[in-house]
T-cell receptor, first 111, second 117 residues
Framework: DAGITQSPRHKVTETGTPVTLRCHQTENHRYMYWYRQDPGHGLRLIHYSYGVKDTDKGEVSDGYSVSRSKTEDFLLTLESATSSQTSVYFC??????????FGPGTRLTVL | AQKVTQAQTEISVVEKEDVTLDCVYE???????LFWYKQPPSGELVFLIR??????QNEISGRYSWNFQKSTSSFNFTITASQVVDSAVYFCALSENYGGSQGNLIFGKGTKLSVKP
């Protein structure tokens, strides 16, 4: 199994508060991704990174920002959480444009 | 636009039945990858298979087999002699910008398979 961890695994927060989710990998893979999973939508890409400090937007990037200061860490920040951001968030990694391996997910509830 | 359609939202079978999960895709790219992932009730996403657009050979892995047909833009997944442990949501996915700097995945909405004893 690919070495990917996500923290926290569960979080409950209130509307308007900032939230940061962390993805950590031990595989030294170049690419990292953040997806959200919602019923009826499958998984949708939020942001991705193709190297340290190199990031780009995905399909549903509004309200989210990311940072990657080290190869192994990719942070997803909700600047001011809203109830529509209640979701399960998955991080994924890949070497080149190859198979993506997913972390265990973070369940976020925004009240 | 790139798109993946899994028309079967839910399928229910009895153990030992064969079941086929359908996946139809749309892409402008001439080179691309197709994937299947499994999401069991525990929630993690498990990689099952990757197929590139140049390889239309069917693949078999134990009770699992995959049928890739470019002519119909389909990449169907068959489970032979299904078992209760096969109960999961299965996602088909298409890679975008194959060979470029992204490799982003476009997912279908998933098919929930329930295998009853």
């Amino acid at each position: 199994d690919a070495g990917i961890t996500q923290s926290p695994r569960h979080k409950v927060t209130e509307t308007g508060t900032p939230v940061t989710l962390r993805c950590h990998q031990t595989e030294n893979h170049r690419y990292m991704y953040w997806y959200r999973q919602d019923p009826g939508h499958g998984l949708r890409l939020i942001h991705y990174s193709y190297g340290v400090k190199d990031t780009d937007k995905g399909e549903v990037s509004d309200g989210y920002s990311v940072s990657r200061s080290k190869t192994e860490d990719f942070l997803l920040t909700l600047e001011s959480a809203t109830s529509s951001q209640t979701s399960v968030y998955f991080c994924a990694i890949s070497e080149d444009t190859d198979t993506q391996y997913f972390g265990p997910g973070t369940r976020l509830t925004v009240l | 636009a790139q798109k993946v359609t899994q028309a079967q939202t839910e399928i229910s079978v009895v153990e030992k039945e064969d079941v086929t999960l359908d996946c139809v895709y749309e892409t402008r790219d001439t080179t691309y990858y197709l994937f299947w992932y499994k999401q069991p009730p525990s929630g993690e996403l498990v990689f099952l298979i990757r197929r590139n657009s140049f390889d239309e050979q069917n693949e078999i892995s134990g009770r699992y087999s995959w049928n890739f047909q470019k002519s119909t833009s389909s990449f169907n997944f068959t489970i032979t002699a299904s078992q209760v442990v096969d109960s999961a949501v299965y996602f088909c996915a298409l890679s975008e910008n194959y060979g470029g700097s992204q490799g982003n995945l476009i997912f279908g909405k998933g098919t929930k398979l329930s295998v009853k004893p």
